[in-house]
Each structure stands twice: as structure tokens, then as C-alpha cells.
């Protein structure tokens, strides 16, 4: 059974006549009686008597006709569908961020693009960089954002505007009034995110690059949020490294002082390699910074494994 079968046969059963059935449809009036007689003769069951020289709906070709209709209509929305997400009119950017881009760095982003494409709808979802890079992988996000280097075969990616971490103390603390040394460093009583979240991963290496040895760091207590890191170094429980972008309140208070300045890092936009962005998603990468209008959305490159 084909979609012309029931457009044929909805076009019949309403005028009730083959030849103003064949005018409608612009077809042959020959090919409206193979069309209707190749229905009939597949399943057995007459879908028109005739009656003299008129036909009319048999008690199957009345119950046929309100399924009919109904797949017709289904057709009709899921083409609607099609047209509004091709238009711009419909569509959902499923993205995955880490905390720190989710909470602090996207707000921005999504604001210029709900007000270029009110239409369409963000699902944002906060997770740590690992957890953000699987969910592109299996296919649950157009888009990923992590704060830190990734590498997959599978996966895509461009760096962009990104932020810079730096070591905050209270105002009350030693290393407030002067840095501390490469030794001292992996003695501070640390507040640290989880292991696997970027800004973790981007402090133990920025602190390798000091001269200090990771493997012997005092980590106090790990939190899962930014916030809570934030709270707990303000409350004196410990110093810690956050994102300039996280830290900017409690550093314009003078809750928090920077007691070192590490280096600036690059955010990065994942993609899955063989899967093909919605026009939403592309919509919404040329909204990021740096993007250029009228161009390709984002040069992804896949980086290559060591």
C-alpha cells in the first residue's frame, strides 16, 4: 500500500466518481481505476459497490476511508514538521556543558540566540567534561562543551573564547599577601572539584607547569559544584582554583582575593564525527563568539591521538 493508493482512494471515496476523482488529481481516469483496483485485489475486499452506473463506499471502504484520512494527516504533520525545521520555525539544540560554561559562559550565548530565533528551544544539561563528551557520543547531544582538551576518534571539535582559572584565598590568608611558593602549593589544605572535571584537570596541570609534584597535593575536601567550592574557600575551609568567570562576585566584594593568576584556557565545542547537525545547531554555533555570520558555523577538526 502506497501513500498514492490513499490519496487515491480518499479523492474517490469523497466525490463518489472516478472521472471528477481523475480531474482532481490530474491523473487518467484509467490510472484512478488500476490504483483503486490494485487496492481491492491485494486484500481481498471490495472498497466500492457499484450500483448501476454509480459507485458507492462498501460497509470496508467506509472503514477504510477514517483510517485513510488519518494516516494522510499524519503525513501532512510530519511534512509541517519537516518545513517548520528547515524554516526555522521548530527545533531543540540538545547541548551538554560543563559546569562552568553551562552556568557562567552559555547564559550569554543562549540569550543572542533565543532572541535571533525565538522559535526554537535550548535543553541545556550540566555534567562534568567526561559525562558531556559521552552524551555527544551516544547521540543524547547535538553539542558538547567542555573546559578542557579531548581527544576521540569519534568525536569533532573546535576550541573558542574560553576563561582563566586562578588560585582564590580569603582576604585573611598568607598567600593573600604574597605568592606561594611551588612547595607550599601542594601543602594548601586544597577545596577542589571531583576528579574528571575539567577545572581539575586543568589545575593539576597548571600547578606541573609550577614545578609542583601533583602526586603529593593536600586535597582537603572535593565538592561537586562550583558553588560549593565557592562557599567553603569563603567560609575559610581552604584555598582553591575556579574560573575567573565563577569567582567574579565574591572577587568584586573582596570576599576572595587571586593569589595566582594561572593560565588562560580555551573552551571547546564537540560534535559527533558522522552525525549531522539540525539547521537549529548550526544556527546556534554561529551565535557562539568568533563565529562568523555568513560562514561555515565553526571550523571542527578532529584532533589526533597520541
Known amino acids: 500500500m502506497t501513500l498514492e493508493q490513499l490519496r487515491i482512494f480518499v479523492c ?3 466525490r463518489l466518481n472516478m472521472t471528477r476523482a481523475a480531474e482532481a488529481l ?14 481491492e485485489n491485494t486484500y481481498g475486499t471490495a472498497l466500492f459497490d457499484r450500483v448501476g452506473r454509480r459507485i458507492e463506499l462498501s460497509v470496508a471502504g467506509r472503514a477504510f476511508l477514517d483510517e485513510a484520512r488519518k494516516i494522510l494527516n499524519q503525513v501532512r504533520e510530519a511534512q509541517r514538521t519537516l518545513m517548520d525545521m528547515s524554516n526555522l520555525r521548530r527545533g531543540t539544540v540538545t547541548i551538554y556543558a560543563s559546569q562552568t ?29 567526561e559525562e558531556a563528551a559521552r552524551m555527544v557520543l551516544d547521540g543524547a547531544a547535538d553539542i558538547g562543551f567542555v573546559a578542557a582538551p ?12 574560553g576563561d582563566q582559572l586562578c588560585i582564590l584565598v580569603r582576604p585573611d590568608h598568607a598567600w593573600a599577601h604574597r605568592p606561594p611558593r611551588p612547595e607550599e602549593l601542594v ?5 577542589l572539584r571531583e576528579e574528571g572535571s575539567a577545572t581539575r584537570s586543568e589545575f593539576e596541570r597548571a600547578l606541573r607547569g609550577l614545578g609542583a609534584d601533583v602526586k603529593k597535593l593536600d586535597v582537603r575536601l572535593e565538592l561537586p559544584t562550583n558553588e560549593a567550592i565557592l562557599s567553603a574557600v569563603v567560609a575559610g575551609l ?10 567574579r562576585e565574591a572577587l568584586a566584594s573582596g570576599a576572595l582575593v587571586r593569589a595566582v593568576n594561572l593560565p588562560r584556557r580555551t573552551f571547546r565545542v564537540l560534535r559527533h564525527s558522522e552525525r ?6 548550526e544556527m546556534f554555533l554561529k551565535c557562539l563568539p568568533g563565529a562568523e555570520q555568513d560562514a561555515e558555523p565553526l571550523p571542527f577538526r578532529r584532533r ?3
Open 12 to 14: 474517490v471515496a469523497e
Open 26 to 39: 490530474h491523473i487518467t481516469q484509467s490510472g484512478v481505476s488500476a490504483s483503486i483496483g490494485a487496492l
Open 101 to 129: 560554561i553551562g552556568n557562567y559562559w552559555l547564559p550569554r550565548v543562549i540569550g543572542e540566540f533565543s532572541n535571533r530565533f525565538p522559535h526554537l528551544s535550548i535543553d541545556l544539561h550540566i555534567a562534568n567534561t
Open 150 to 161: 579531548h581527544v576521540d576518534p569519534d568525536l569533532d571539535g573546535v576550541d573558542v573564547e
Open 187 to 191: 601543602r594548601g589544605a586544597w577545596v
Open 238 to 247: 581552604g584555598p582553591s582554583a575556579l574560573s575567573d568567570l565563577v569567582a
Open 276 to 281: 549531522k547537525l539540525s539547521l537549529a545547531a
Open 304 to 306: 589526533a591521538t597520541a
